[in-house]
Nanobody, 126 residues
Framework: QVQLVESGGGLVQPGGSLRLSCAAS????????MGWFRQAPGKEREFVSS???????YYLDSVKGRFSISRDNAKNTVYLQMNSLKPEDTAVYYC????????????????????WGQGTLVTVSS
């Protein structure tokens, strides 16, 4: 089983940028779909983005054009580049992995994902 550790969160002003990293250990991520979810205070966890083993990507509508997911299998790491951040992007961001659930279905199958990181807090505020 792969283990995931997120980093890169922090406090940023509206309009700013952050890059989150998800470092995997224990196994190669080459056979995993990877992605990101977030949970804001008082809200349910929501899908943000996912990337397939063969690189097709998927996004929550509200982050399209602002966020970009990528993977570096050689470094066993997945990234989430977040630009033009808004206060409503404030949340704990979680990395996830799955060998069985296709990335294209993650927006409705978060409960089927079996590998999660501990989360990193992103706060967008002036």
């Amino acid at each position: 089983q792969v283990q995931l550790v997120e980093s890169g969160g922090g406090l940023v002003q509206p309009g700013g940028s952050l890059r989150l990293s998800c470092a995997a250990s224990g196994r190669t991520i080459r056979t995993y779909a990877m992605g990101w979810f977030r949970q804001a205070p008082g809200k349910e966890r929501e899908f943000v983005s996912s990337i397939s083993r063969n690189y097709p990507t998927y996004y929550l509508d509200s982050v399209k054009g602002r966020f970009s997911i990528s993977r570096d299998n050689a470094k066993n790491t997945v990234y989430l580049q977040m630009n033009s951040l808004k206060p409503e992007d404030t949340a704990v961001y979680y990395c996830a992995a799955s060998e069985t659930v296709p990335a294209s279905t993650w927006y409705r199958r978060s409960r089927d994902l079996d590998v999660w990181g501990q989360g990193t807090l992103v706060t967008v505020s002036s």
